[in-house]
């Protein structure tokens, strides 16, 4: 029974870690309010597209919600890229039901479910947690990761300009 017990307790404290929001969430949501937010859509295909909401403070992007969702999957794909200044300070996917696509679209928050965290400093991934696991800077992939990243958010910060202009 003991045994049982010190397992589930170690599942909960394991699963309640990895879906905790981190510094970088908390401060963005204290100023949201003060944000503006440019929403912008995108269809890949007939059925299938993207959502992009961009938060500013004046001309300076502070953050990217990037939603991807299809008629054919009940599963939305949700990435959100955190700026301060030109840096990325955090980048997280999650997945998320689709009955919660209007909401999203809209700025609110839902039931989001994590699956890969990207955490940097002055340019450097400091941390990446995978299916709620820390992976090691050793690991193989790490330098490759970070480099894919940082290109991803990049190239997210200048699609803004190319969806302002109507050219995408």
């Keep these: 029974m003991k045994k049982l017990f010190l397992v589930a307790w170690i599942v909960i404290v394991v699963v309640s870690a990895s879906a905790q929001t981190s510094q970088v969430e908390r401060d963005f949501e204290t100023k949201k309010a003060k944000f503006t937010v440019e929403h912008f859509v995108e269809g890949e295909d007939a059925t299938s597209g993207y959502d992009y909401l961009y938060y500013k403070s004046g001309d300076k992007i502070v953050k990217i919600r990037s939603i991807w969702s299809a008629s ?97």
């Design 72 to 168: 054919h999957s009940k599963e939305l794909r949700v990435e959100d890229f955190y700026f301060q200044g030109t840096d990325l300070l955090l980048f997280r996917k999650f997945t998320a039901s689709d009955r919660l696509l209007n909401s999203l679209k809209k700025g609110r928050n839902g039931v989001l479910v994590p699956k890969e965290e990207f955490h940097f400093s002055a340019g450097k991934l400091t941390k990446w947690i995978s299916g709620g696991k820390s992976k090691s800077p050793t690991e193989t992939g790490w330098e490759q990761t970070e480099k894919e990243v940082l290109d991803q958010a990049k190239t997210q910060r200048e699609y803004y300009g190319w969806l302002k202009e109507g050219k995408s």
